[in-house]
T-cell receptor, first 118, second 115 residues
Framework: AQTVTQSQPEMSVQEAETVTLSCTYDTSESDYYLFWYKQPPSRQMILVIRQEAYKQQNATENRFSVNFQKAAKSFSLKISDSQLGDAAMYFCAYRSAIYGGSQGNLIFGKGTKLSVKP | DTGVSQDPRHKITKRGQNVTFRCDPISEHNRLYWYRQTLGQGPEFLTYFQNEAQLEKSRLLSDRFSAERPKGSFSTLEIQRTEQGDSAMYLC?????????????FGSGTRLTVV
């Protein structure tokens, strides 16, 4: 079974600085997708960025980028120029892309709570 | 279309009562998912539908839980004989079946408190 591990329960960053959130995963599959979701307090979960495992190029979305290391099964999220609105829980998630695999199942880590200091 | 809607936002019930939650997905999305999230944890998969067919159920979905999506549009999640351990946020999400790399769109959730 696939697992997702986020080893940092809480992180803090100064406004305008850069922070990196860690995520590792375990799978025997070769084809899958990885995601980072943001969940602000009492608000819905929002997709931040996605990565296809077959793509070597790291995904980037404005101030958000990932460092995808397939061999190491590592998928970290870098937030540049942090803003107060970035404060939230961040969840790393895995989804199989294998036909016949658990395609309906987005597997989440336990999350990292990010605080942004003004 | 304003996204995924869940009703109610909050539900307080006495132990042993039955509760039902509703989810209205994005209209063009043919997949609908239910997740449960407890405090300090990531969401845990419960079940998902493609159109009206329930394609996968987690072992977390005990016999007291039942989900339906009768016309392939909205879905309901019913919990019978609620227990205190059922207290959690129940999240609904939807997506297109094609392009599995597409992320899900989540609703705001239904927070269930069993007293």
């Amino acid at each position: 079974a696939q697992t997702v591990t986020q080893s940092q329960p809480e992180m803090s960053v100064q406004e305008a600085e850069t922070v990196t959130l860690s995520c590792t995963y375990d799978t025997s599959e070769s084809d899958y997708y990885l995601f980072w979701y943001k969940q602000p307090p009492s608000r819905q979960m929002i997709l931040v960025i996605r990565q296809e495992a077959y793509k070597q190029q790291n995904a980037t979305e404005n101030r958000f980028s990932v460092n995808f290391q397939k061999a190491a099964k590592s998928f970290s999220l870098k937030i540049s120029d942090s803003q107060l609105g970035d404060a939230a829980m961040y969840f790393c998630a895995y989804r199989s892309a294998i036909y016949g695999g658990s395609q309906g199942n987005l597997i989440f880590g336990k999350g990292t709570k990010l605080s942004v200091k003004p | 279309d304003t996204g995924v809607s869940q009703d109610p936002r909050h539900k307080i019930t006495k132990r042993g009562q039955n509760v039902t939650f509703r989810c209205d997905p994005i209209s063009e999305h043919n997949r609908l998912y239910w997740y449960r999230q407890t405090l300090g944890q990531g969401p845990e998969f419960l079940t998902y539908f493609q159109n009206e067919a329930q394609l996968e159920k987690s072992r977390l979905l005990s016999d007291r839980f039942s989900a339906e999506r009768p016309k392939g549009s909205f879905s309901t999640l019913e919990i019978q004989r609620t227990e205190q351990g059922d207290s959690a946020m129940y999240l609904c999400a939807s997506s297109l079946a094609t392009g599995q790399g597409n992320g899900y769109t989540f609703g705001s959730g239904t927070r269930l408190t069993v007293v």
